[in-house]
């Protein structure tokens, strides 16, 4: 078997791994890449193999950055079947629909305000192509095994995020492991990830490669972050994630006005993918927490805008609210609007909810910016910008180790790590080579390796 990594190669997007075994093509995660210009440039460059030379595609999970390059791919010619579980497949029905949408939302925007070096810009795909990607997605069940080619395949639990599984597949007498994200042992929402099985080799993201997660109670830390908020007579936006995230983030709110350690002020859920992932997340309560009465009491504090026009009316709601709106980043989506509105304020607060890539207007934010350039404009950041420790859905570079530690991994076992910042991937090799047997090694970006 050969791998070759097409993406999150020092950076924390673009996943893609093409395995190559005999006549036999699988591509492991199929995402687009978002932060710095020259990053997201690759999402247009074609890649090194033919769409529709593929046998399938398999998802670890639906984040943007595993799923988002699917409908290029449709539009590319691949027609095979595309591997998830039952609950990824749902979410990234809605997840790729929402992304054909925004990126033809966004174009519209930039061709009617003559914004960009082009004409007419184009968006990367539009919602019918992401429509018709979704048809190929085909749902599993962890720990089922099914074939492609004489590939034998099956998902394993990993936490973070509804659905979410570490890729594993035999082959030529070999077993190679694609963690994907790697959940939180002690998470709030999601369960811990189950320790692998024994691998030759596996891939490993290293997002939190040189962090380790604070101490810091989030419920105390966003109680304060609202109430002061509220002081001030402002309003509390928030980027944020709409699978996961949100639906902690709310449940956290409803709970925090229930136990009146909050003002109970209006929260709007102003993202129609949110809305509909909180329902996903009823419907498959048995893979994370909360039970089916926390699941609905979270919508229910909450008034859900789904049309442009509702959205655009929360402009003129008065008094103290908060408003939650993707993207997770500030990359695209409502948010925007929102906090172009919203930043030449004091009074106001932008709360980021989770790790923001470099080059996003979430990481300059975060390190201070004075303005930042939305929609082809600046604007002052007058507002207070907050971070919330704590929701993070994926294992810092410790918690990792240790789950590596519970595996079935050998001293024989070889690390790739993906998914990482350079400084976060370098730390994370040394501190696993410090605390276990195993090689440990930093892929780079295509770059092909034999297991």
Same mark, same amino acid.
């Given at each position: 078997?050969?791998?070759?990594? =097409?993406?999150?190669?020092?950076?924390?997007?673009?996943?893609?791994?093409?395995?190559?075994?005999?006549?036999?093509?699988?591509?492991?995660?199929?995402?687009?890449?978002?932060?710095?210009?020259? #990053?997201?440039?690759?999402?247009?460059?074609?890649? @090194?193999?033919?769409?529709? $030379? =593929?046998?399938?595609?398999?998802?670890?999970?639906?984040?943007?950055?595993?799923?988002?390059?699917?409908?290029?791919?449709?539009?590319?010619? *691949?027609?095979?079947?595309?591997?998830?579980?039952?609950?990824?497949?749902? #979410? $990234?029905? %809605?997840?790729? +629909?929402?992304?054909?949408?925004?990126?033809?939302?966004?174009?519209? *925007?930039?061709? &009617?305000?003559?914004?960009?070096?082009?004409?007419?810009?184009?968006?990367?795909?539009?919602?019918?192509?992401?429509?018709?990607?979704?048809?190929?997605?085909?749902?599993?069940?962890?720990?089922? @095994?099914?074939?492609?080619?004489?590939?034998?395949?099956? =998902?394993?639990?990993?936490?973070?995020?509804?659905?979410?599984?570490?890729?594993? %597949?035999?082959?030529?007498?070999?077993?190679?492991? /694609?963690?994907?994200?790697?959940? &939180?042992?002690?998470?709030?929402?999601?369960?811990? @990830?189950?320790?692998?099985?024994?691998?030759?080799?596996?891939?490993?993201?290293?997002?939190?490669?040189?962090?380790?997660?604070?101490?810091?109670?989030?419920?105390?830390?966003?109680?304060?972050?609202?109430?002061?908020?509220?002081?001030?007579?402002?309003?509390?936006?928030?980027?944020?994630?709409?699978?996961?995230?949100?639906?902690?983030? #709310?449940?956290?709110?409803?709970?925090?006005?229930?136990?009146? &350690? %909050?003002?109970?002020?209006?929260? *709007?859920?102003?993202?129609?993918?949110?809305?509909?992932?909180?329902?996903?997340?009823?419907?498959?309560?048995?893979?994370?927490?909360?039970?089916?009465?926390?699941? +609905?009491?979270?919508?229910?504090?909450?008034? /859900?805008? +789904?049309?442009?026009?509702?959205?655009?009316?929360?402009?003129?709601?008065?008094?103290?609210?908060?408003?939650?709106?993707?993207?997770?980043?500030?990359?695209?989506? +409502?948010?925007?609007?929102?906090?172009?509105?919203?930043?030449?304020? @004091?009074?106001?607060?932008?709360?980021?909810?989770? *790790?923001? !890539?470099?080059?996003?207007?979430?990481?300059?934010?975060?390190?201070?910016?004075?303005?930042?350039?939305?929609?082809?404009?600046?604007?002052?950041?007058?507002?207070?910008?907050?971070?919330?420790?704590?929701?993070?859905?994926?294992?810092?570079?410790?918690?990792?180790?240790?789950?590596?530690? !519970?595996? !079935? #991994?050998?001293?024989?076992?070889? %690390?790739?790590?993906?998914?990482?910042?350079?400084? !976060?991937?370098?730390?994370?090799?040394?501190?696993?080579?410090?605390?276990?047997?195993?090689?440990?090694?930093?892929?780079?970006?295509?770059?092909?390796?034999?297991?």
């Amino acid at each position: 078997m050969k791998i070759q990594f =097409l993406g999150a190669t020092q950076t924390v997007t673009g996943s893609k791994y093409l395995l190559t075994s005999g006549d036999t093509k699988i591509l492991i995660d199929c995402g687009l890449y978002q932060g710095y210009k020259w #990053l997201r440039q690759r999402n247009r460059e074609p890649l @090194p193999f033919k769409a529709s $030379s =593929l046998d399938a595609v398999i998802l670890t999970h639906a984040h943007i950055d595993h799923t988002g390059y699917l409908p290029v791919l449709y539009k590319e010619g *691949f027609r095979g079947p595309v591997y998830c579980h039952h609950a990824t497949k749902a #979410l $990234s029905e %809605i997840l790729l +629909r929402d992304a054909g949408h925004l990126q033809e939302e966004d174009a519209k *925007f930039y061709e &009617r305000h003559k914004i960009g070096k082009h004409e007419k810009p184009e968006p990367l795909y539009d919602i019918d192509t992401a429509v018709a990607s979704c048809r190929l997605l085909k749902g599993v069940s962890f720990d089922h @095994p099914f074939k492609v080619g004489d590939l034998t395949i099956h =998902l394993h639990p990993v936490g973070h995020l509804l659905g979410a599984g570490s890729t594993i %597949i035999a082959g030529e007498g070999k077993t190679v492991g /694609f963690s994907g994200d790697v959940g &939180r042992p002690n998470d709030l929402f999601m369960f811990p @990830p189950a320790p692998l099985p024994a691998l030759d080799l596996l891939v490993l993201e290293s997002t939190y490669g040189n962090r380790q997660h604070t101490s810091n109670d989030p419920w105390q830390q966003l109680e304060t972050i609202v109430n002061e908020t509220a002081r001030r007579g402002g309003v509390l936006a928030v980027p944020s994630f709409a699978v996961g995230r949100t639906q902690i983030l #709310l449940h956290m709110l409803t709970r925090l006005m229930d136990e009146q &350690r %909050i003002k109970r002020v209006p929260i *709007f859920l102003d993202s129609p993918m949110a809305i509909d992932a909180s329902e996903i997340y009823c419907e498959y309560n048995e893979l994370h927490r909360l039970s089916a009465e926390e699941c +609905r009491s979270l919508c229910q504090a909450t008034t /859900f805008t +789904r049309t442009v026009d509702q959205s655009k009316q929360l402009s003129e709601e008065d008094g103290s609210h908060i408003i939650i709106a993707g993207s997770g980043m500030a990359t695209g989506g +409502r948010i925007l609007h929102h906090m172009k509105r919203l930043l030449p304020f @004091p009074k106001n607060t932008i709360m980021f909810t989770g *790790f923001q !890539a470099g080059g996003t207007r979430g990481a300059n934010m975060l390190e201070g910016a004075e303005a930042i350039k939305i929609h082809g404009a600046y604007v002052p950041c007058a507002a207070h910008v907050e971070l919330l420790d704590g929701l993070s859905g994926h294992a810092d570079y410790a918690e990792i180790t240790e789950w590596l530690k !519970a595996s !079935a #991994l050998t001293p024989q076992t070889r %690390i790739y790590l993906v998914h990482g910042e350079p400084d !976060a991937a370098d730390h994370q090799r040394k501190y696993i080579e410090e605390q276990t047997p195993m090689t440990v090694k930093v892929a780079e970006y295509m770059q092909t390796i034999t297991v």
